[in-house]
């Protein structure tokens, strides 16, 4: 148990699908984070929100969507994606600055 | 522009043996160096995260060091066992950015019974 909580653990959808992803945590953190992990790649960095506010954006896709209604909460709203989006998505979570990154045990999302 | 190396990639070494995991970093004005583990398919967990001010830190059979003024970090790993298999990744976060991790790619870790 990490204090950050990813739901769901395992998603599958199709191409027309709309879901979304939801991360929680509660360890009073002030920024919270999507990455991206597909296979044999290094970790991408989607968004962050510091304080409610998106303070990064990689170029990713608008069929990506964040939303972060508190401090507390962080989700990736998905749409029409494709199948080389399937790759396992990770939430974290911070402190500005010196904080150490926490992170959820993610989403495997599968694009069919 | 600030890179993180981690050297060996892969590691396949007996039960019971000390081992030390490598991460390098070419940029010193760092808030903090982090190791974490992941196991296949899962999320990151985090190890030792280690203050630029501080030189090390211990967790049970864990110890992480930092020299920042060589760029290197090390994560001991003392009588190793099985479960300890994972990939050990290591992050610095940059002093010029709140949010960025500066990721290494990764050691991936197998302990032989």
């Known amino acids: 148990e990490t204090g950050v909580t990813q739901t769901p653990r395992h998603l599958v959808m199709g191409m027309t699908n709309k879901k979304s992803l939801k991360c929680e945590q509660h360890l009073g953190h002030n920024a919270m984070y999507w990455y991206k992990q597909s296979a044999k790649k290094p970790l991408e960095l989607m968004f962050v929100?510091?304080?409610?506010?998106?303070?990064e954006n990689n170029s990713v896709p608008s069929r990506f969507s964040p939303e972060c209604p508190n401090s507390s909460h962080l989700f990736l709203h998905l749409h029409t994606l494709q199948p080389e989006d399937s790759a396992l998505y990770l939430c974290?979570?911070?402190?500005?600055?010196?904080?150490?990154?926490?992170f959820g045990q993610g989403t495997r999302l599968t694009v069919v | 522009k600030q890179e993180v190396t981690q050297i060996p990639a892969a590691l396949s070494v007996p039960e019971g043996e000390n081992l030390v995991l490598n991460c390098s970093f070419t940029d010193s004005a760092i808030y903090n160096l982090q190791w974490f583990r992941q196991d296949p398919g899962k999320g990151l967990t985090s190890l030792l995260l280690i203050q630029s001010s501080q030189r090390e830190q211990t967790s049970g059979r864990l110890n992480a060091s930092l020299d920042k003024s060589s760029g290197r970090s090390t994560l001991y790993i003392a009588a190793s066992q099985p479960g300890d298999s994972a990939t050990y990744l290591c992050?610095?976060?940059?002093?010029?950015?709140?949010?960025?991790?500066?990721w290494g790619a990764g050691t991936k870790l197998i302990i032989k019974p």
């Open positions: 992050a610095v976060r940059p002093m010029d950015s709140n949010y960025q991790l500066i």
């Open positions: 929100y510091s304080l409610e506010e998106r303070v």
């Open positions: 974290a979570s911070s402190r500005q600055g010196p904080g150490g990154a926490f």
